[in-house]
């Protein structure tokens, strides 16, 4: 089997376009909405408690070519990783990116390659954080890195089945796992059925779905 990995790829930048400061003006309101939402949830989480891991999570929605996914994240177990990954929600990186490697019994991979199987630049790697107790078990969301521990950016996989050999054991390369983040609470029969699609090789990647399984959005839900 082989391991669930993702390149680590240097942050570029954009080109000028002729009215500079629009472009700024809506990255700071993505971060300011991405900010609100991190502060809602934190208070909550504050007021409600958090003896239940999944207590009050922000959900984020995939739409795909094949039906809607939901995911219930975890940031108050993985902080870190929930930040990074609503960044690129709220950046709209994931929108019109495909899942480029589905293995059947294992677990669909995407969220850095466009359907021409392009990779997208993404922001610097983030910390590991599997030592968080969460489990690669069925249906839950984790990050995609090299074998580098430290190497995650922006791809994710869901497992399609419990992958405890990719859990978390100890703090050393081999050992580090793969940070689970969050579950799917909807839509784990799209996730089947992406999972059960022909694949073969393209660009350079093995198991990539014959027929491009788009994430057409990606979009934040306040619970």
């Not at 080109?15 to 993505?30: E, F």
């Not at 989480?45 to 891991?53: H, N, P």
């Not at 999570?57 to 993985?78: F, K, N, W, Y």
């Not at 983030?126 to 969460?134: K, P, T, Y």
Request: glycine fraction near 10%; charge should be positive.
């Amino acid at each position: 089997m082989q391991p669930v990995t993702s390149a680590a790829i240097p942050t570029g930048g954009g080109s000028a376009g002729l009215n500079q400061r629009q472009p700024v003006i809506h990255k700071r309101l993505k971060e300011d909405t991405l900010r609100k939402i991190l502060v809602i949830t934190a208070v909550i989480i504050l007021l409600a408690g958090a003896g239940d891991v999944w207590a009050v999570s922000p959900r984020v929605q995939l739409d795909t070519s094949m039906g809607i996914i939901v995911l219930e994240l975890s940031p108050h177990r993985a902080p870190k990783t929930v930040e990074n990954f609503l960044q690129y929600v709220n950046d709209g990186f994931y929108d019109d990116t495909i899942f480029h490697r589905v293995i059947k019994n294992f677990m669909i991979q995407g969220g850095g390659l466009t359907a021409d199987m392009q990779r997208k630049i993404a922001r610097p790697p983030i910390d590991n954080e599997a030592d968080n107790g969460l489990k690669n078990r069925v249906g839950s969301i984790a990050m995609a890195r090299t074998g580098d521990p430290h190497s995650a950016t922006a791809q994710f996989f869901i497992n399609t089945k419990d992958n405890p050999n990719l859990d978390h054991q100890q703090k050393s390369t081999q050992g580090w796992g793969y940070c689970v983040f969050g579950r799917v609470v909807k839509g784990m029969e799209v996730v089947s059925a992406i999972e059960a699609v022909k694949t073969g090789s393209r660009g350079g990647y093995r198991d990539v779905p014959v027929k491009p399984v788009l994430i057409r959005k990606a979009t934040v839900i306040i619970p």
